[in-house]
């Protein structure tokens, strides 16, 4: 129902910077929880950093401080701004959206395909 597609992902130096971008579609965008995850290869994905439909924010302590999430309800795109990216940023990057009807019971959950994000000297 939902399309998330990444976009923004690359090779970068240690000390650098990326700019990811979801773009939705096939939802009320405003609706939906959005995150970002990242996997690196034999571990298991983890959350990145969340913004609620009310923009409340949450972050990971690795990244806390360096990366910002934001959302663009208008152009129905959630932002992940990286900032002083170390080795250990690299991984698989996920958007995720997130629906919980709470009054119905209903949780709704999607996935975009991933961006790679890979931060190397």
């Known amino acids: 129902q939902v399309r998330l597609v990444e976009s923004g992902g690359g090779l970068v130096q240690p000390g650098g910077s990326l700019r990811l971008s979801c773009a939705a579609s096939?939802?009320?965008?405003?609706?939906?929880?959005m995150a970002w995850y990242r996997q690196a290869p034999g571990k298991q994905r983890e959350l990145v950093a969340s913004?609620?439909?009310?923009?409340?924010?949450n972050y990971a302590d690795s990244v806390k401080g360096r990366f910002t999430i934001s959302r663009d309800n208008a152009k129905n795109t959630v932002y992940l701004q990286m900032n002083s990216l170390k080795p250990e940023d690299t991984a698989v990057y996920y958007c995720?959206?997130?629906?919980?009807?709470?009054?119905?019971?209903?949780?709704?959950?999607?996935w975009g395909q991933g961006t790679q994000v890979t931060v190397s000297s």
């Open positions: 995720n959206a997130r629906r919980v009807v709470l009054t119905t019971s209903h949780e709704y959950d999607y």
């Open positions: 096939g939802g009320i965008f405003r609706f939906y929880d």
């Open positions: 913004i609620t439909k009310g923009s409340s924010t």
